[in-house]
């Protein structure tokens, strides 16, 4: 990945290793390397959030 380049991955249930490496990351890394984001939206009779973690940290 260049210098400049954003990226953004989603992760389902079914990645197995990878979804609980990177569930790990985020309950593990400092505060201040993570960005949250909620978006609440209602309709069909039922409220769906969607979270975002960002992290710039690529290692």
Known sequence: MGKG??????L???QGN????VKRY???APLE?????SNYDKGH???EV???SVSQDSK
């Open 26 to 28: 985020f309950e593990k």
């Open 45 to 47: 009779a039922k409220v």
């Open 5 to 10: 380049e954003n990226y953004i991955f989603s």
């Open 12 to 14: 389902k249930g079914n």
């Open 18 to 21: 990878l979804l609980d490496d």
């Open 33 to 37: 390397k993570i960005k949250y984001c």
């Open 50 to 52: 969607r979270k975002c």
